[in-house]
Structure formats: structure tokens, C-alpha cells
């Protein structure tokens, strides 16, 4: 095994992705300056969080929230808690969240935060305590109208109910269920939320299908499916494929892979992992290391787990037709150039693993407006954001490439390369549709003053 050789580090790829998009938002002249702007993060809040723990002793955390950009509308994006948890990957990660929101068309800026902790060390008091320090600490820095929290890493449902009561508790007396997404059904959570990530990216793939654009690929009924990765969003692929017609054929988490060409039994993978913790030891199944599941001959494979999974490293050794990112970053760009050359496009996750913020938009607007929509209301919704952002990178895609001779001509020209562009990848194309919302809507509102 060699070892991939470009950078991995997740701030250096967003930065190399924005890159690659801006010779292809036109009109170029018009950026002058601009791009350091859109690319920027507008707010960096750092926190020291001291908190007494059960024993007695008091732990100063650190925590931070990164608003990246609000110019189309109030910051959006989840809390981590995690050892790794750093600012640097926090500003990647908001970045990932402006650009996410953009092309889904929804009206909210890239935000994150996180604190450095072990959660699995803390117990459920003073995760608490912790929660309501980080809060109570940014303030009026969070808000319905400034910068809305919801769950990532290790957070949860508990962790954004937390967080609504210690900013209720600051501002009584008025309506903030806004405030963060993700919270429980009976505190103003919505439906669908558990399921969205899984669903939307089914929804693309879905409509990628019936427009033709991936011509390997001509029905997902009995298209054989392969997942790195069984928690929230792994899981309920399988189960969404599955019920499409679909057949899961391997399958993996952090402990190892499985394998059976002839489709696995989804009830029995769940037992064996609810019972024992992994999906290693199902009856019936060929057992596969846990990247072994990336190289299984399939049509589409869903990373699900982690970043940086396909690298240039491995990325020969992908036998699908498609590869559609659920994780944040599971491809690297230069890996995504190599799969390209072979024939095999990644769709890429700020469209694909969109679901989640989509509809943890639709729970902020039923809160705003006490209202609750139904189960069939929130999937309607979803399928068409999900549809039309869809459309928007195809289409998106499809002009660039009309236009290649010219975007390649005014490239050489701004900046005296003699290098020809490489074609867009859908990745590049989805970045220049998404970086060009936020560059439109940054003109038509001007720069202050
Ligand atoms: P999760 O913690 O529920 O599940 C992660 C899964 O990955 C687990 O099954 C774990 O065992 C597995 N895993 C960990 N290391 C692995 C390895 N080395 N090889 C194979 N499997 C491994 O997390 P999740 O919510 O499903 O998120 C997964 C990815 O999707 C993350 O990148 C996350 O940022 C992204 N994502 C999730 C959502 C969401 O709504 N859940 C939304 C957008 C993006």
C-alpha cells in the first residue's frame, strides 16, 4: 500500500475545491477581490468554558463557533464534541455549510461550532453543564435571525433541547424554538430529521437517474449498493435503498466490513449490530476490512463514515459506477480527478449529504410559524430542494462545459497561465453554482458602506 500523496488536512481540500470553482464563476473580472472575501470566515469566536465535574474538580474546555458567512442569510451548521475538535477544521467545516446552503437554495450562511471534550467520558450532567456554559457564554452570538446551532458529532436531540432552555432561559417571553434544529419531536423538533441526510442524497441520485445523467447507471431498482459506514446516515441509506429496489451488498463500520454479492439481509445486520456493536459476524456474510468495502465490484457507493477515505492513494481501486459522498469530505479532489478519468463521477456531499440542513431549515420555518407539518408534507418539500439542487449542478455543469474555450481563454488571460482548465468535475461545477450564489447575492446587497 502507497501512501496517498496530496494533503488531507480538510482546510487545505475546501480551499483547494474553492479554488478550482472560481475560474468558472463568471464574469471573472468582476470578483476583483472578491473571492478572499467569500472564502474568509466573518466571525471566529474562541471560549474558554470552565466547568466543575461530578468529582468535584473544575475543567476549563475549550469551545469555538465559526460564523463563515450570512450574506444570504443567518449562519446555520452543527456543535461537535470531540478530542479533535480544533479551530482550524471548525472554519472548514462552516465553509462546507455556506456553500451547502447555497446550492440547496435555502436562506441561510455556513456556521459551526464545536468544543474540545471526550463525550464519552463526560456523563449526562455535566455534558449539560458544558452545553449550557458554551451558550450562555456566545451569548447573543447565536440567535433565530443571527447563527442557528443543530447536531453533528456526537451531539444529539438532548444536546440541541439543552440549548434551546439555556437560551430560553435568557430570553423569556418570547418565541425560541428557532433557535437550533434538531431538538426533540415534542419540543418543536420536525419530522423526517433522523432519516433527512439518507433521503436527500437517495433524492438525488434518484433524479441523476431519471435525467440520464449517469448513463451507467439506468434504474436504481436492483442497482447493487455498497456503504462505508452504519450509523445514522449509513444506516438509514441501506434501509432507503433497500426499499427501492435496491440490493445492499456490503456493508462496514469502524470495527471492520461484510460482504455478500447476492444482497444482504438488512434485519439481521441490524441485530448483529445493535446486539453486539458491529456488522462484523453476520451469519452468511464474507467478513471485509473496513476500507476493504470501498473496493467491492458494485454500481453505487455511498461513503458514509469519515473524510478523506478515497484518496489518490486507493482510488484505482474503486469498482462502481458512482460514488455519492453521505460523510463530509470522503473524497479528495485529486482522488475525484482519478475516478473521473475512469468513468466514474462522485457526486459530491455539499449537494449529496445536504438532506440534513434542508430539513433542519424546514423545522426553523415550521418553529417561526408554530406550525407542524406532516411526515408526507416534509418529504414532498425535500425531494423537490433536493431535485432542484440537483438540476442546478447538472445544468450548472453541462453550461460550463458549453462555454469551456471561453472560461479557458478569460482564465489564461486574468492570470497569464498558458495551462489549459481541466474539465469541471461535478464537485467543481457544484462549487461554482454554490460560490456564485453567495458572490451574486454579496453585489446585489453591495459591500458596506
Ligand atoms: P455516526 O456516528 O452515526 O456513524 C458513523 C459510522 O461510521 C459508524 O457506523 C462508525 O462505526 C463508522 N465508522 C467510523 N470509522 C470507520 C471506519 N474507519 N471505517 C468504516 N466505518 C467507520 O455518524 P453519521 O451521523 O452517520 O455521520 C457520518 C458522516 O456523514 C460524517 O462525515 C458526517 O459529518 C456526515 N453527515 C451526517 C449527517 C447527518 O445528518 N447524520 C449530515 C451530513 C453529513
Not at 442569510?73 to 451547502?100: F, Q
Not at 426533540?184 to 423526517?192: A, C, E, H, K, V
Not at 439518507?198 to 440520464?212: N, P, W
Not at 449529496?352 to 416534509?378: C, D, H, K, M, P
Request: hydrophobic share 40%; net charge negative; proline share 6%.
Amino acid at each position: 500500500m502507497t501512501a496517498p500523496t496530496e494533503n488531507l488536512d480538510f482546510a487545505d481540500i475546501a480551499r483547494r475545491e474553492f479554488d478550482r470553482a472560481i475560474p468558472f464563476i463568471h464574469p471573472l473580472d468582476g470578483l476583483k477581490g472578491m473571492a478572499s472575501w467569500l472564502f474568509e470566515p466573518e466571525r471566529i469566536i474562541k471560549l474558554a468554558l470552565p466547568v466543575r465535574m461530578d468529582d468535584g474538580y473544575v475543567h476549563t474546555f475549550r469551545g469555538y463557533r465559526v460564523l463563515h458567512d450570512n450574506v444570504r442569510g443567518p449562519g446555520k451548521g452543527g456543535v461537535r464534541y470531540h478530542p479533535d475538535v480544533n479551530e482550524h477544521d471548525v472554519v472548514a467545516l462552516a465553509t462546507l455549510m455556506t456553500w451547502k446552503c447555497a446550492l440547496a437554495g435555502i436562506p441561510f450562511g455556513g456556521a459551526k461550532g464545536g468544543i474540545e471534550c471526550d463525550p464519552k467520558t463526560l456523563s449526562k450532567d455535566e455534558k449539560r453543564r458544558l452545553t449550557r456554559r458554551y451558550i450562555s457564554a456566545l451569548g447573543d452570538d447565536i440567535g433565530p435571525h443571527t447563527d442557528i446551532p443543530a447536531p453533528d458529532v456526537y451531539t444529539d436531540a438532548q444536546t440541541m433541547a439543552w440549548i434551546y432552555d439555556t437560551y430560553s432561559m435568557m430570553h423569556p417571553g418570547q418565541n425560541n424554538l428557532p433557535v437550533v434544529t434538531g431538538k426533540p419531536l415534542d419540543l418543536g423538533g420536525s419530522l423526517g430529521r433522523d432519516s433527512a441526510t439518507a433521503q436527500g442524497l437517495f433524492y438525488v441520485l434518484e433524479h441523476m437517474v431519471d435525467m440520464g445523467a449517469l448513463p451507467n447507471i439506468p434504474t436504481l431498482s436492483g442497482a447493487d449498493v455498497a456503504i462505508q459506514g452504519f450509523g445514522n446516515a449509513g444506516r438509514h441509506a441501506a434501509k432507503i435503498f433497500a426499499s427501492a429496489g435496491s440490493r445492499v451488498v456490503a456493508v462496514s463500520d469502524s470495527k471492520g466490513g461484510i460482504h455478500d454479492p447476492e444482497g444482504l439481509d438488512l434485519t439481521q445486520v441490524e441485530y448483529q449490530k445493535d446486539t453486539f456493536g458491529t456488522v462484523v459476524g453476520t451469519p452468511g456474510t464474507k467478513e471485509l476490512g473496513p476500507k476493504e468495502v470501498l473496493e467491492v465490484p458494485c454500481d453505487v457507493l455511498i461513503p458514509a463514515a469519515l473524510e478523506t477515505q478515497i484518496t489518490t492513494e486507493n482510488a484505482d481501486r474503486v469498482r462502481s459506477k458512482v460514488v455519492i459522498e453521505a460523510a463530509n469530505g470522503p473524497v479528495t479532489p485529486e482522488a475525484d480527478d482519478m475516478l473521473a478519468q475512469r468513468g466514474i463521477p462522485v457526486v459530491p456531499d455539499i449537494l449529496s449529504a445536504s438532506g440534513g440542513v434542508v430539513v433542519s431549515y424546514f423545522e426553523w420555518t415550521q418553529n417561526l410559524a408554530n406550525e407542524r407539518w406532516t411526515e408526507s408534507e416534509i418529504q414532498e418539500r425535500l425531494k423537490a430542494t433536493m431535485y432542484a439542487a440537483t438540476d442546478a449542478m447538472v445544468t450548472g455543469r453541462a453550461a460550463i462545459l458549453d462555454r469551456l474555450d471561453f472560461y479557458r481563454e478569460t482564465w489564461k488571460e486574468a492570470t497569464g497561465s498558458d495551462e489549459d482548465l481541466p474539465r469541471p468535475t461535478l464537485r467543481t461545477a457544484a462549487h461554482a453554482v454554490a460560490v456564485g450564489r453567495c458572490r451574486t447575492a454579496t453585489d446585489q446587497r453591495g459591500i458596506w458602506p
